[in-house]
Structure formats: structure tokens, C-alpha cells
């Protein structure tokens, strides 16, 4: 380390630690593609490219959970050449990726309403879910026909069929045990949530989880976010002070109690 970075390094305000869990909305393919002339499948097959690169680089880096919007419960209604093109392309990646996913120790998951999903893609899917599930070193965690609202009204029937089963006092369902119930329950806390193409939305993408997440927005076409993006979004994160309703001075002080 040369002398001058160095002092800028000893000035600097401690960082605060890695995420564990980022998750992100991987948007701009389209227009990746439209602004060069090109069919939007083309975007689509880049942006594949960015979650091959991003995926190696949250695994270097040591994250936990990483989760990845790959298709909303709201883009089926895209047009048919699309959607197909998409879960062919998703098929693709489950097929070619599996050996780098298996060899890495990342354990594969998906959240959505997968029984929609057409059977070349929920093959290799359950294949490399079952395949993976002892590994530990990071789970990668697909939202595939995925709607966060979706996501709360079905944990709320599955509660609600409890509560009439005589299982559940509805007295006793509180956000921890809502929170059991949600599809990421097995995952640590979102920490981080990233959208690329300069959107700056949710588009019903983890309602429930994001509700202490840090948010990251940039300008960043998803097919052009690769690791060095990746590593800006988790640079900035680093500078947040995350307060969890708490003053500044009580998470300087580390008095935490209530
Ligand atoms: C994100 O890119 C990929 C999916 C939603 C499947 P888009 O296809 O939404 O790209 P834009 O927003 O039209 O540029
Ligand atoms: C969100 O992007 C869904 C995914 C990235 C899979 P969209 O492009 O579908 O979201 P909107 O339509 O801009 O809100
Ligand atoms: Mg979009």
C-alpha cells in the first residue's frame, strides 16, 4: 500500500461489514438490446452472460444468499416469442451452469410459482435443486414466476388453512411467524437490494423481505453489470449506516438494548 492510501484509509470511517444476503432485479435487457438495433432476445442472451459473471463474483466474495429476478408473475403476459425465449434461455443456464454450481459448493433454490413453469425448464430446475441442496457455501436463490404480493397472499392461505385446522391460534401469528412462512424463511435477512437500468421501483419483487434492505439503483444496463459493478454496489453498501429504527448515536455506541 503506497503511503498516501494508506492515510486515506486510516481517515476512513470503519466499514460496515459485507452483505450476507443481496438480491437483485436484473433489468435492462431490452433496451440493451433496442438501442442496438438488435431483438430483444439478443438482450436477454448478454444478460445471461452478466448472471454467469455476477453469480462467480458474489461466491468470491463471500456472500451468503444471493437472489436474482430472473422472471416476474407479471411477465408472462410478454409477448409468446419472448416468454419462450426467456425459458429457453433459462434452460440453457441450468443446463450449463450446473457443473460450476455443483463444484462450487452453491446450493441452488427457486421462490415463485414454479408448477407454472413449462417442464424444460422445471426439469434441470429440480434436478439441480435436489443435486445441490447439501451444499453451503452460498445459495443462489432464482425468483422465477415470482411476485412478492403473490408470495404474502399465499403464505396467508397457508396460514389462514392452519388457523382453520385448529393448528394456529391467529392470536399468535406475528411477524416472526409470517415471516417463517415466507419462501426465503431459510435464507438470512435481505440486506442488500440492487435494480439496474435506472428504474427505480420495486416491481413486486420481495415486499415482505426488503423491508430493512439497503437499496441500490444505477444507471447500469443489466447485460453491461458485471463483477466490477457487482463490487461498486457492495462498496456503497459498506458506507450505509443501517439504523433499524434506532438514533445514530445508540448503533455508534453499540448499545443496542431496547
Ligand atoms: C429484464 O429486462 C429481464 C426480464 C424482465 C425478464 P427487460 O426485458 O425488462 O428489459 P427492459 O426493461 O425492457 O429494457
Ligand atoms: C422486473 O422487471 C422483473 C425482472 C427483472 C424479472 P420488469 O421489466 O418486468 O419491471 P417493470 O415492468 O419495469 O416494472
Ligand atoms: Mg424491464
Redesign the pocket.
Known sequence: MNPEAESTASTQLPRSPLPRHVA???????RWAETRGLPRLEGHREGAKSVRDVVRAARRSGLEALTL????A??WA?PSEEVTGLMELLRDYLIDERPEIIENGIQLRAIGDIDRLPALVRAPLDALSTDSAANSDMVLNL?LS?GGRESIAAAAQRLAKRVAAGELDPGDLDVEQFGAEMPTAKLPGLDLLI?T?G?Q?I???LLWEAGYAELYFTEVL?PDFRKEALADALEEYQTRERRFGLTGAQIESGDLAP
Open positions: 437483485i432485479i436484473m433489468d435492462g435487457n431490452g429476478y430472473a422472471f416476474s407479471q411477465n410478454r425468483a415470482y435494480r437500468s428504474e421501483r416491481s413486486n419483487f443489466w
